[in-house]
C-alpha cells in the first residue's frame, strides 16, 4: 500500500520494510558482540516496541538473554509543568543486571528521559538504550542512546508500532504524514 488514510489524515509510504529489517538486524549483530557474557534482560516499552522487540530478539544470539516488557503512562494536565508519568509492569529484579531498553521512537526524550531515572534508582549494573527511530531535531531532554536505526526529521511517521490515535501500530512499513 503507497497510501493510508487513519482518521482522517492521509499518510504516505515513506521508509519499506525491508530498510528497516536490515537496521534491525545490524543492531542486533552489534549487541551480540558487545553484550556476550553479561545475561541481558531486554526491556521492552510497550505499547510502540512491541514489532521492534521481536524484530530484534529473533536476531539475539546472546546466551541467557531475558525480555520483559513495561509500559508508560502518561497523564496530560495534572501538574503544570506538563505531563506526568507512571511506569507500570516492572516486576522484575533488576539489581546488578545488565539492562537493555527497547523503546520505539525517541522525540523529545521526555519519556525515555524520566524512565531512565526511574530504572537507575533501581541499581541495574548497566543500562543500554536502543531506539528503532529518533527524531534528532526534537531531543531535548540529555538521553543517550547506544543503538539507533534510523534518524528521522521532525514530521509524523506511522506504522511498525507506531500509531495515530490508537491505529496503524500493525503495518510492517513506515508511513510519514501528507501535508
Ligand atoms: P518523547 O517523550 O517526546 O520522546 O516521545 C516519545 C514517544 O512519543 C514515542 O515513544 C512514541 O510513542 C511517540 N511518538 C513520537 N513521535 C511519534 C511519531 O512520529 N509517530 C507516532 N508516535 C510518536
Ligand atoms: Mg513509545
Redesign the pocket.
Known sequence: MDKLKVSGKEFRLFIPAEKIDKEIKSIAEQMNKDLVGKKPIFLS?L???FMFTSDLLKNITIEDSEVSFIKLASYEGMHSSG?VSEVIGLNIDIENRCLVIL???????????YLLDILKSKNPSEIKLAVM?Y?PN????NVHMDYKAIA?EN????GRG???NGIGRNYPDLYIINE
Open positions: 516499552v505499547n510502540g516496541a505531563k523503546e520505539d521512537m525517541l522525540d523529545s526524550g521526555r519519556s525515555m528521559s527511530f527524531k526534537a531531543l531535548k531532554f528521522l514530521d509524523f511517521v506511522l507506531l500509531d495515530y
